[in-house]
């Protein structure tokens, strides 16, 4: 079960997109009344914007080094074998450094709001927008 909900929050925290109100579903006023601090509030988002900003960095220069791929296997694999090789490796480099971040991220998001926390504003989140269907 706990591995189960570490990768959900890791998931979540990962590519969580920065809001004005709160984080994803839950809204400030979620975790405020679970004692999550506005302060850490308010670094909780600043972290989650340079993370996603930081993600989508890493996405788009993955996705220009598989056109490149892309580009050579159209050419001739044979003959840009080595180029190919070369470019997996970067892509590798970047996959890496997204597993990476996202554990690093999520460190550092416990910082400012627990587990628990989390799962308690959560869990208010849902029962408030299942009340307003």
Known sequence: MRKI???????????????????????????????????????AKLMVNRVSTNYKMLVLEKKQLELEVNKYVLEGPEANLEKIDVLFDKIGVIEASILKDRIRSQIEMQKYITQEQYIKARDMAIRRLNSSK
């Open 5 to 43: 909900f570490s990768c959900a929050v890791m998931l979540l925290f990962s590519s969580l997109i920065f809001a004005s109100e709160g984080l994803g579903i839950v809204s400030d006023e979620d975790f405020l009344k679970v004692g999550v601090t506005p302060e850490n509030i308010e670094k």
